[in-house]
């Protein structure tokens, strides 16, 4: 099969693999979509996130939708032919953590385009079968990709209890932040306001629902007279993040989605006198299932998001398009064109 390769920092290769064979109760893919992440651009960018360092050729991409193909021993879950969207990342079901549900929390976790597992940008993968999820015809190989970066959305509102009524802030409307709209939006939420320095993001949050936008190069929060019950930070921009966290209200929870500096300042007075719950999220657990439903209820659009399509020679394309285009939102590579 063919699989593009990054052999070093700013260096995607196109070669020739063995394509995989599925092991017990393992499925064999052939990848269909794939969404480009931010986490991919800085891989390639920067050879590293945090603790995550590439030492050797890599695939990267983690957000795969595709078809299964084959079988393993003892998977009996799919057949040939399933459309499926796949969860990235399987743990080793044992740990304390994934004993108590928390298997995103997993120390051992296999996680695509991680180091040193390759990911999707490839014509085949292989899954264990109970991370591959089928798919309505409803939904096409670009939204199933991205069920993966919804479900992002969805655990973080199901982490801040977005409910009927809540008022929610989103700072960053990029892909994750304008999937966290929806997300608060199918949860009940009644206001969302939403804000970015990116005039086509914002016009694209408004046409997906926003009840209101703000431009914070022209108008900071504290005049928008928005107090939130709810906050998902998904900028990372410390600036953002501590003038964001003063706009909400008393008793509100804040998610800290958005992937910044190692630190940022708190406004600690504020988190105090106003009993704030703060959290971060680290990728999601269980959400597939109803992020499907969402998907293909038509409750959060997902299609619209796509601004760009790249073939499987045009990876580098796809993970530099952003610096070329401030329009773009989400770049799909299709491995099989």
Known sequence: MRAAVLHAVGRVLLEERPRPEPGPREVLVQVSSVGTCGSDVHYYEHGRIGDFVVTSPLVLGHEPSGTVVATGPGAGRHHPGQRVSLEPGVPDFTCPECRAGRYNLCP????????????????????????????????SDDAAALIEPLSVGVWACRKARVGPGTRVLVTG?????????QSALAFGATDVLVTDVNPARLAMARGLGASET?????????????????????????????????????????????????????????VQTRELEVTGTFRYANTWPQAIALAASGRVELDALVTGHYGLAEVEKALTAGARDPELVKAVVRPQE
């Open 173 to 181: 409307a990029g892909p994750i932040g304008l999937l966290c709209l």
């Open 108 to 139: 051992r976790m296999r996680f695509f385009g991680t180091p040193p597992i390759d990911g999707a940008f490839c014509e085949y993968v292989v899954v264990h079968e109970e991370f591959a999820y089928p798919v309505p015809d409803s939904v």
């Open 214 to 270: 703000l431009d914070v190069r022209e108008s900071g929060l504290r005049d928008a007279g928005f107090e939130p019950d709810v906050l998902l930070e998904c900028s990372g921009h410390p600036a953002a993040i501590g003038e964001a966290v003063r706009a909400v209200g008393r008793a509100g929870r804040v998610v800290l989605i958005g992937m910044g500096g190692d630190e940022i300042p708190l406004p600690l007075s504020h």
